[in-house]
């Protein structure tokens, strides 16, 4: 069964789905349609299509509000400081207002060109807006000026109240992690597994070693380095504290043999619709690479397939997803 946590939730973003109705509701919505056309888009998927931001539930879209309205008013009363720059860009992107992150952290840059804080979260977004090689320049940058500072708290950006016992991660965690992502999703993943090592020396929790362990156990499978990839497993236990990344550990667990691959599937009827979607981009990325793993390619590139007909296209299964069928049509 698919658990969600706040972790999983919060990079993405929930919409309504449409239904029949009478004709003038029908009006409405071909209205609301044309008006998306016009409005900016945020990116450009790697198949072609037009990525546009998504709407939140009502609840959600008040309190995200709420905590960018508090972040502009700190920016303005402090345009140069360090920290009210990295809060705005982190709550414009936590509502998918990506280019708009993008510009902050560039303005933030060229008054701290030696921030690690600001190359790492441009280049997380640079990951969302499906520009690779630019976050990986930003995201080894940022590796390069943490050398030199401590270990780093990173607090959880997430608006929405947290439970007591949340950790935050540190900011050199966060670099490689990102850095992994970048090299993989670019198909570079000899650099993916150099990055997840390097993480994975970072990694405090539980949650942050099965996070880390998923990708740096893609990324060998991918160089064809099967028996490093097993001896990645042997740090999975199915005793752990997982508090956060559910998703991530069961697919080490199917990777393990412990769980069924098909179980990671079976989503609950009673979940909403859109929170299928994300639950799909989340677990059907690892049952695909099971698959192509172990031969059963067509049935791989169909999970791919029905991945990005979601509309999660923000989670990172969801590019994976992308980045593998691009490469798949060349």
């Not at 059963?296 to 590139?301: A, I, S, V």
Request: proline share 4%; net charge negative; aromatic share 12%.
């Amino acid at each position: 069964m698919i658990k969600f946590t706040p972790f999983v939730l919060f990079a993405f973003f929930l919409c309504a789905c449409g239904s029949s109705g009478t004709d003038e509701q029908m009006k409405d919505r071909t209205s609301e349609k044309d008006s998306i056309v016009t409005k900016p888009y945020e990116a450009i998927s790697l198949l072609g299509d037009t990525l546009y931001t998504l709407e939140l539930p009502k609840e959600r879209q008040a309190q995200y509000d709420s905590a960018l309205n508090i972040a502009l008013n700190n920016y303005k009363n402090a345009p140069q400081n360090l920290e009210n720059i990295i809060w705005l860009g982190r709550r414009l992107a936590y509502l998918g207002k990506y280019r708009e992150a993008i510009e902050t952290y560039t303005k933030g840059i060229s008054l701290f060109p030696n921030s690690p804080e600001l190359y790492r979260h441009r280049g997380h977004r640079y990951i969302s807006t499906r520009q690779f090689d630019k976050a990986v320049t930003d995201l080894e940058k940022s590796a390069l000026l943490a050398k030199s500072i401590p270990l780093t708290e990173e607090a959880n950006g997430i608006p929405i109240p947290l439970p007591e016992d949340d950790r935050p991660t540190t900011l050199q965690f966060n670099i490689y992690y990102h850095l992994g992502l970048a090299y993989y999703l670019q198909g570079t993943y000899g650099k993916a597994a150099e990055a997840y090592e390097q993480c994975m020396e970072y990694a405090q929790t539980d949650d942050e070693i099965a996070a880390t362990a998923d990708w740096l156990y893609m990324s060998y499978r991918r160089l064809g380095e099967d028996e490093v990839a097993e001896a990645t497993l042997a740090m999975i236990r199915e005793d752990m504290d997982i508090k956060e990344n559910e998703g991530y550990f069961e697919r080490l667990l199917m990777y393990k043999g412990l769980v069924a691959p098909d179980s990671l599937l079976n989503i609950d009827s009673e979940v909403p619709l859109a929170d299928r979607d994300l639950a799909l981009a989340t677990q059907g990325y690892g049952v695909s690479n099971f698959y192509l793993y172990n031969g059963e390619q067509q049935l791989g590139k169909q999970i791919l397939e029905d991945i990005v007909e979601g509309r999660h296209w923000a989670a990172f299964g969801y590019i994976a997803a992308e980045a593998d069928l691009a490469r798949m049509k060349k």
